[in-house]
């Protein structure tokens, strides 16, 4: 049974955000962002609201939301938040900026209602306007800095990005052509025959989404804008427009008939395995710390998107890895962010000894570090590791072989290039003055990546179990 | 007599020119009046379909087809080359237009012949693989150039394609949904135009900063 409830919280979802995003332009800085902080709690209150009352159904022709959308609405908004109580400190760090207060936090919330909105409605159409709106409401933003290499980055990321969803456009037009719906729900609940036309749509929309998801080799938009962006857009990008084009993407994916044909199942694990190996290794080489984060986000939807084309405990293991490293991730984001103000430098060679300079940063940098990378006992940790666990489960050793290469691979290069800059010796003599930018916010989203993982670990225990009874062992 | 397929073919063969043509033209400005041709071309065409089947929604997208890119998208794009007094050749582009026509012939056979090979049996409308030639076309096109505007052209023919593919075998599709893309596009192309506006006043609309973008 429905909740009654629950469309008036999918309303104030909606709401909250367009509501900020309209009301921000007020052309007085503080009170924009107080219009920002209200429409941003609002928004994570009615997410919370949904989660507690389990609510889901559809309502009306156009919305609807389950227990799939369910599980990333809560990230998405508190990530929103989390990014505007962070942003007051980092726009009086930015010199000459490109977009005043009042349309820097319109922007940002219009961004976070394109992603609500793709994550609660029901018709694929109408997802794919959402994930296209976050182009158009978050391209702006990465110009802030007014910086060349900004423009440059945005220039990039609004025609790959739209580009490459003009591919999963022409998707939905086949797979329209071929059932004559577009209702996610109907479609997931009798799904079509897996004709050539829906399985080439499928492998189109794998692409297309691909291209925002930043799978290889469609990615070349994502470190240059993670790059570039401010750190609190950084934090958005990684930690939740990524995950929103996957969502969109598994929408699509979903309404296969079951078992998933083994091309597209093989298609999908493919580009994931490639995706996270190919960000491991150009990881290694960066200069940027924003790049290294940016290439990490890469390597973690690599990951997911692996853990969706394997199935089973492997996709629980990929929501729940995508749910804490959006945490954990928008936390390093952050830290760099904090970095940046302090040291007014991205080069990593430019950077040591945080650990006395900024403390506190330091910190929270080292355990966003630990906790981007799968250390235990973080949520990314069960997740990965339910990931592999999927893969040996389906006695697919080279995929999970791969999947622990690229894991490691990121582990080693991401903890010793932030271990290098917080624990190096300085190299030059002068000293940063004293004090560093708050640091609340970081240790928050962390205890929530931290706590998404202890309560994770009895379903590791389970899956371990059951993964051990299908390869034909198990406890006696 | 029937004329609904000759109509189809023969439009969908002027589009197809003008797709091959603007892959070969350097100068910016005959870029733009090419995609104005090409969405007019397009804009008929859904006129003409929505006249032979009495429907409203295709009269309408008919209607913003002409609006939007044949009109208003081209005019926009115009009044930018004018403000910001842009090189109306693009520099590269002049000395490949042999390497960009045969790639653009190349490209047009190659998507021909996947689309015969996957989708031509479930979607055997005259004209459907043209769509799919214009939707390689217009990637290719971005991929290849490197003035702003020219980049923003080959943006708008991937859309034509999905609007040409959208009319001919995807009939039916809720209006409201093909009215937001089309919003949507507009919303793109402003976007792109405030950046590329941005990038001219840091440097040239084809100079990139591409060594610092390293890695």
């Known amino acids: 049974m429905i909740d009654p409830s629950t469309p008036f919280w999918i309303f104030l979802l909606l709401v909250f955000p367009a509501s900020a995003g309209i009301l921000a332009m007020v052309p007085n800085a503080r009170a924009s962002e107080v219009v920002a902080r209200v429409g941003a709690v609002g928004a994570v209150v009615a997410a919370l609201a949904l989660r507690v009352s389990h609510g889901s159904g559809t309502f009306g022709p156009y919305l609807g939301i389950d227990t799939i959308s369910g599980v990333f609405l809560v990230p998405v908004t508190a990530i929103y938040a989390t990014s505007v109580w962070y942003s007051r400190e980092y726009l009086r760090s930015v010199r000459r900026p490109f977009l005043s207060p009042p349309i820097y936090y319109a922007l940002l919330s219009a961004f976070a209602f394109a992603m609500i909105a793709t994550l609660v409605v029901r018709d694929l159409g109408l997802m794919w306007i959402g994930v296209e709106g976050t182009t158009v409401a978050s391209a702006l933003l990465l110009v802030l800095e007014r910086r060349p290499t900004s423009v440059e980055a945005a220039w990039r990321y609004t025609l790959i990005a739209s580009a490459g969803l003009t591919i999963a456009l022409f998707a939905l037009l086949l797979l329209y052509a071929s059932t004559g719906t577009l209702d996610a729900f109907a479609l997931a609940a009798h799904p079509p025959a897996a004709t050539l036309a829906v399985t080439m749509a499928v492998a189109l929309a794998l692409v297309g989404y691909g291209t925002k998801i930043g799978l290889f080799p469609m990615h070349t938009w994502l470190p240059d804008a993670h790059a570039e962006a401010p750190s609190p857009v950084s934090a958005m990008f990684s930690g939740v427009l990524l995950p929103t084009a996957l969502y969109a993407f598994l929408r699509i994916y979903r309404i296969l008939p079951s078992p998933t044909p083994a091309t597209l199942s093989t298609l999908v694990l493919g580009f994931g395995v490639a995706t996270a190996l190919v960000a491991a290794l150009l990881l290694q080489g960066q200069r940027s710390y924003k790049r290294l984060l940016a290439y990490s986000s890469m390597e973690v939807m690599g990951l997911a998107v692996a853990g969706v084309g394997l199935g089973g405990i492997a996709l629980y293991g990929a929501l729940l890895l995508l749910v804490a490293h959006a945490f954990a991730k928008s936390s390093a984001f952050y830290g760099a962010g904090n970095v940046l103000q302090k040291t007014g430098t991205t080069r990593m060679a430019d950077v040591r000894d945080l650990r006395h300079t900024m403390p506190r940063t330091a910190g929270a940098w080292v355990l966003a570090a630990a906790g981007v990378t799968g250390a235990p006992p973080f949520g990314t940790f069960v997740g990965e590791v339910l990931i592999v666990v999927g893969a040996l489960a389906l006695g697919n050793l080279l995929a999970a072989a791969a999947i622990v290469v690229a894991i490691l691979l990121a582990f080693l290069g991401i903890n010793g290039q932030i271990g290098r800059m917080v624990f190096g010796a300085r190299a030059g003599a002068e000293a940063p003055s004293p004090g560093e930018p708050p640091t609340a916010i970081l240790y928050l989203n962390l205890g929530v990546a931290l706590l998404l993982g202890i309560v994770a670990i009895p379903y590791l225990t389970d899956a371990v179990r059951n993964a051990a009874v299908a390869l034909g062992g198990g406890l006696p | ?215």
Do not use: C
């Not at chain 2, 350097?26 to 733009?32: A, L």
């Not at chain 2, 089947?53 to 002409?66: P, R, V, Y």
């Not at chain 2, 980049?151 to 995807?170: H, K």
């Open chain 2, 1 to 215: 007599m029937d004329l609904s397929g000759d109509v189809t073919a023969l439009v969908g063969a002027g589009i197809l020119l003008t797709a091959l043509y603007l892959q070969a033209e350097s100068f910016v400005n005959p870029v733009i009046d090419g995609i104005a041709l090409q969405s007019l071309l397009l804009a008929g065409l859904l006129a003409w379909l929505a006249y032979r089947e009495g429907s409203l929604d295709l009269a309408l997208l008919a209607a913003i087809t002409l609006a939007v890119r044949g009109l208003l998208i081209p005019y926009v794009l115009r009044h930018q080359i004018r403000s910001y007094r842009w090189r109306v050749r693009e520099r590269l582009a002049a000395h490949r237009v042999t390497g960009h026509a045969l790639a653009a012939v190349a490209v047009a056979i190659g998507a021909w012949f996947i689309f015969q090979e996957t989708l031509a049996a479930a979607f055997p409308q005259p004209g459907a693989g043209l769509a799919f030639v214009l939707l390689a076309e217009g990637l290719l096109m971005l991929a290849t150039r490197t003035n702003t505007l020219v980049q923003v052209v080959g943006y708008l023919e991937e859309e034509n394609a999905i609007v040409y593919a959208g009319a001919l075998f995807a009939k039916g599709l809720p209006l409201f949904v093909e009215v937001v893309v089309f919003l949507d596009v507009l919303g793109v192309v402003l976007v792109s135009v405030i950046l590329s506006a941005q990038r001219t006043v840091i440097g040239s609309p084809e100079e990139t900063h591409l060594e610092e973008l390293a890695g």
